[in-house]
């Protein structure tokens, strides 16, 4: 496995555990909004950076008009 695929692979990772802590911290009642919106907002951005590299389909269809 390369290097990147490797980073996306952590990116995504980190967005889906932010997911998944906030929705349990939540349940518990141990988690005030603010936190919450910012550990989304991290998971977010991780999966947003883990886009920037891929084929996205603007992408394929740039490709096939050139």
Known sequence: MNVGKMVD???CAVALAMGVAVVVLS???ALDAN???ILLGIGMSCIGMSLLDTETPVRAVRKKRK
């Open 27 to 29: 349940i518990l009642k």
């Open 35 to 37: 936190t919450g919106i």
């Open 9 to 11: 692979f952590i990116l």
